[in-house]
């Protein structure tokens, strides 16, 4: 279940010295990027618009969170079950894609 909060909170948090990750949150209907790098609070969505945040101090916020699981990948029991070396090698093919797929999906 996605949290909501009021701006200032989140930035009462932040002044008191308390770890606040990157986060995805939605104002209105528009979802930001909130990142903290080296001192600067940027809170920008992915079509490049900037959400001032001294313009919504009292405005609430839903922090959206992230509920993507890995994709499992075939254990070495299953792969050593398989009759056929073209099974073995399309079993092997397929856990790299989940691999590619599950770093893909940890970077969006």
């Known amino acids: ?11 009462n948090k932040i002044a008191n010295g308390e770890e606040v990750p990157n986060l ?3 104002h209105w209907k528009q979802i930001y990027n909130f990142n903290i790098k080296m ?4 809170c920008q969505s992915d079509e490049g618009y900037n959400l001032d945040l001294i313009q919504c101090l009292n405005d ?6 992230d509920n ?5 990948e075939f254990g070495c029991e299953f792969i050593n079950n398989l009759v056929t070396e ?4 399309m079993a092997k093919k397929i856990n790299e894609l ?3 797929v599950n770093q893909i999906r940890k970077k969006i």
Not at 39 to 42: D, K, L, V
Not at 60 to 65: A, G, M, Q, R
Not at 68 to 72: A, C, L, N, P, S
Not at 86 to 89: A, K, L, Y
């Open 68 to 72: 993507t699981e890995d994709i499992e």
């Open 1 to 11: 279940m996605n949290k909501k909060i009021k701006v200032i909170e989140l930035l």
């Open 39 to 42: 001192g600067f609070i940027t």
């Open 24 to 26: 995805k949150i939605k």
């Open 98 to 100: 989940v691999k590619a």
């Open 86 to 89: 073209d099974e073995v090698d």
């Open 60 to 65: 609430e916020v839903e922090i959206l969170e």
